[in-house]
């Protein structure tokens, strides 16, 4: 007794301080109890597995590429034309085509029915009952993708019967290079109709504007033909009578402006020599110009500016200077007359005059549309004349070295998922069906009580101590009316050896067997043995009733593992 530890036994009694709701452990001896039987239906699927994957048909996958050359072969940009009709062309060729939008189309039964009705005429003349739907056969068997930022296409198959790929993916191909060149034709004629219904439209319209123009113009006098100057394409500010009005008025003004201006010009004023500068061409301004010449050369040899040739020189320049100012004063006024004679022959009403000027904006207008109408079918009609490029294959259909079909791992995979889900439930149900205590959390909810200790049944030195710590701590003696209960089932022998260590610090009669619990008298407390996985759980119960109805309280219980 002097070699039993006094901390061993302070520990026993003070074991149970730990959480036993998520009990990891429990966990474990679960595994370790029924780890042949997971082990085996494991096994027994993952071999089913294997086999199963051996029995699959394999499933063979080609593939090609194409570029969806949409608007690069068609790009009308050599053609010298308004940006507007080459703009209007590339939307035609599908330059503008949203690309995802055309990759749904290649994917619908439109294009692809004659492929489908091929393979299933193949699979039939192979007598494989081939009732798929064509949408199904899509979302199964063809896989139609389109590289990021590019106009690559990645057209894939499957199928089980590796000689038909190749067929199959040559069709698509041929197909799909067909419909490029068919939907670029049926684009072009449904414009080639469309332009020519509204040429025949236009012309209508702009005969009729050009009409209602010429009827007004007659009908208040105004005559286009005069003064065609005003009405030049290169002159747009000056095509309707407004503007020509105004036009002459701002030519009047500084005619007028001009002439005052010469007129105020004295003719002993040294500004008389400027007049040069505004005449017309005449004979005038080379005689003055020579005379210039001459006393220029004069006054270099002479030296001397009163001698009397160059005064005559001078005095005929002056001569021809007022005969110029009143040459250059006629003009002016004859053309102040030309101007006035003009402006007079285009007052009109201001109503008539923004009347006319609307009519003649409009048939303008209609005559332009016409033109460019006209131009932007000629342009479509070269289009047409243009044999295309197809879509062009930046790689050939290849069929790949090894089958995508059955992942023979993935199955393998899934079979060991299955067999470890119905091996922890089988077990599981087994423990259930069973009804053997193995969980010390159901064991202590069944007494409401705490687990002191447990008790391994080959650990001798253990219960040696356990056998001092609870005659020492519980007061296990003579006297003392709480008994250790030993359920059934317990090994003969560890009970033998457990009875001789506790007869050491007491007397025999505090252990007291199950069996014998109902004839026993005086038993206040009692703490219960409980050979763990030994009994059934119903069995327990059975204890916890009978040691309720003698109104027997438990002060703990020991587990014997």
């Not at 503007?243 to 002993?268: C, F, H």
């Not at 089958?403 to 995979?413: D, G, L, S």
């Not at 009316?481 to 009875?499: G, R």
Request: aromatic share 8%; charged share 30%; with cysteine.
């Amino acid at each position: 007794m002097a070699n039993i530890d006094k901390d061993d036994e302070l520990n026993i009694l003070q074991k149970d301080t730990k959480d036993y709701d998520i009990d990891l452990t429990q966990i474990f001896k679960f595994f370790t109890r029924n780890k042949f039987l997971i082990i085996l239906i494991i096994f027994i699927l993952s071999v089913t597995g294997a086999l199963y994957s051996l029995t699959i048909r394999k499933t063979w996958k080609g593939q090609f590429k194409i570029v969806l050359d949409i608007g690069k072969q068609n790009n009308p940009s050599s053609l010298d034309l308004n940006s507007r009709f080459a703009s209007r062309i590339s939307s035609l060729t599908g330059r503008n085509k949203n690309l995802n939008t055309e990759v749904e189309i290649l994917k619908s039964p439109s294009v692809l029915m004659p492929i489908f009705k091929y393979v299933a005429s193949e699979k039939n003349k192979s007598g494989i009952d081939f009732s798929t739907r064509i949408d199904d056969w899509i979302e199964g068997n063809l896989e139609i993708k389109l590289k990021p930022q590019t106009t690559v296409l990645t057209v894939s198959y499957k199928d089980m019967n590796k000689d038909i790929i190749y067929p199959v993916l040559n069709k698509i191909s041929l197909a799909y290079q067909k419909y490029s060149s068919l939907k670029r034709e049926t684009d072009l004629d449904d414009n080639i109709k469309y332009l020519k219904k509204e040429i025949s439209n236009y012309k209508l319209i702009s005969k009729n504007s050009y009409n209602l123009l010429r009827e007004f113009s007659l009908k208040n006098d105004i005559n286009e033909s005069r003064n065609n100057n005003f009405f030049r394409k290169e002159n747009p500010s000056n095509t309707n009578i407004l503007a020509l009005s105004l036009s002459i008025s701002d030519e009047l003004r500084n005619t007028n402006s001009l002439i005052k201006y010469i007129e105020g010009i004295d003719n002993e004023s040294e500004e008389l020599k400027n007049i040069i500068y505004i005449a017309p061409e005449n004979d005038l301004i080379n005689r003055i110009e020579d005379i210039d010449i001459k006393l220029t050369q004069y006054k270099s040899i002479l030296k001397n500016d009163n001698d009397q040739d160059i005064k005559d020189l001078e005095r005929s320049k002056k001569i021809m200077l007022i005969a110029m100012k009143d040459k250059v004063l006629a003009f002016l006024k004859g053309e102040k007359a030309r101007l006035i004679s003009i402006k007079n022959s285009t007052k009109r009403p201001t109503k008539v005059l923004l009347k006319y000027n609307d009519l003649k904006k409009e048939a303008l207008r209609d005559e332009t549309t016409l033109n460019s109408l006209e131009r932007e079918l000629r342009v479509v009609l070269l289009e047409k004349a243009r044999s295309p490029k197809p879509w062009r294959l930046i790689t050939k259909p290849t069929i790949l070295d090894y089958p995508v079909a059955p992942n023979k791992t993935n199955i393998v995979f899934i079979f060991f998922i299955l067999g470890t889900f119905f091996g922890i439930t089988y077990a599981t149900y087994i423990e259930w069906k069973k009804d053997f205590a193995f969980e010390n959390l159901k064991i202590k909810n069944i007494f409401k009580s705490n687990i002191i200790y447990e008790i391994d049944s080959n650990d001798l030195e253990k219960t040696k101590i356990l056998a001092n710590a609870l005659s020492t701590n519980l007061t296990l003696n003579k006297k003392s009316d709480t008994k250790i209960i030993a359920l059934k089932n317990i090994p003969k022998d560890y009970l033998e050896f457990f009875t001789s260590n506790i007869n050491k610090f007491c007397n025999s009669e505090n252990i007291v067997l199950s069996d014998v619990l109902i004839s026993e008298k005086n038993v206040s407390s009692a703490i219960i043995l409980i050979p763990n996985s030994l009994v059934k759980y119903s069995y327990l119960k059975e204890i916890k009733e009978l040691l309720d109805i003698q109104n027997i309280s438990i002060k703990g219980l020991l587990i014997l593992n």
